[in-house]
């Protein structure tokens, strides 16, 4: 049995779990949980890298005896280290405007087929990519990269280099040599030299002098990748995944990337998996515009108002949640009154309205990811697992196998948490010697709850009037 510590960012939270991993056990307990979020500072939208790097030590520090400690967080951004291995400015929040503009200007250097066809990632303005380019001579100054779970592995344990599952997010990896993409980065003008060497999920980092030689251990460093191994699907069935937080990674799980026009036109991404996986899925806007409507109206009173969305009407008003301008942060309600406007629907008149036109479009979103997936791949799909904490929102779940018109399956909620305890623990000698045995102890250890679609054509009809919209 192995007792690690799971640091797992989130971009609203972030949280240190005492996970507890043995033979038919797999147990988490909440060590210390703390806010995130963008901090704007004058111009940018940043991360508050250092007051997650303290809290990420306390609550190693309060965690009590542990046999190694893992750290995953979301994708894309970064910190910059000059030759003395010291942070270059605070890293930039992916929500940050620096780079509208800068994927078309990189298109006409390198077009979108070929930086397809070598990195497999969909297009994301804010992929590491156009960050990097976004930022011009101040990369002169650079050294190194690190992404963010690699930056804190480095302030631990003084160790550099990148873990493959987030680097597989930068838009800077090649997705079938499985190397740094030096030559296309060069086209683009980030030099070769910012890019760390690969580490695996799974090999040791290294020891942190500062928690008594505490083993760190890569996971699967990306949080989706994390989500992704404690899907608990069963073998042999055709599954689908959300893992449902501010963002609702849709999509399958493949062995080798899927790089045709038809996966390019759905703008679906090849990230790496834990264990040479392929994640096929699309960043879906997800429960993000929801708690950033929450925020403008300076309430937390989320079960009430979902208690009172479910109760009206469903499918009055749809939107596409998908659309840039849901993106940025800012007065959602307002641009989902706009978007109502544009497209000859009344806006919600009140607030479970405007709740329940999130959440039905949301699920609207969720179908269109999976049912293009199914298509673009040619596979059946015959349920859908949503993990991570949108398999609690009973509203969510429920639409979205209306939806999808397949049963979902919700939970585990901390599906990241413990993802990155499973990669530990079979680093560190408990014998899980693949996803399938992982996810068997998912299975046999966790709540999951299932939801059956209700027989419904209004979601044909939604789907028709949101696709007039698009065209
Ligand atoms: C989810 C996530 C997504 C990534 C987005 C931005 O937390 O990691 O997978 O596209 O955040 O980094």
Redesign the pocket.
Known sequence: MKRVAAVDL??SSGRVMAGTAGPDLLRLAEVRRFPNGGVRAGPALYWDILGLYRETLAGLREAGDLDGAGIDS????YGLLDSRGALLGNPVH?RDTRTDGIPENVAATVSPRELYDVTGLQQ?P?NTLYQLVAEGDRLDAAATLLLVPDLLNYWLTGEIGAERTNAS?TQLYDVRARTWATSLAARVGIPSRLLPPLRDPGTVVGTAPELAGLPVIAVGS???ASAVVAVPAEPGTNFAYI?S???S?AGLELDAPELSDAALAANFTNEGGVDGTIRFLR?VMGLWVLSETLRGWDTSDLPGLLKAAAAAPGLAAVVDIDAPEFLPPGDMPARIAAACRASGQRPPADRPAVVRCVLDSLALAHRRAIRDAARVTGRRVDVVHIVGGGARNELLCQLTADACGVPVLAGPVEAAALGNVLVQARALGENLPDLASMRALVRRTQEIRRYDPSPDDDWDAAEARLAVLRS
Do not use: I, P, R
């Not at 979301?74 to 951004?77: C, G, L, Q, R």
């Open positions: 989130g971009a979301w994708a894309v951004d992916y994301l804010f997010t990306h949080d989706t893992s937080g501010t963002w990674l960043n």
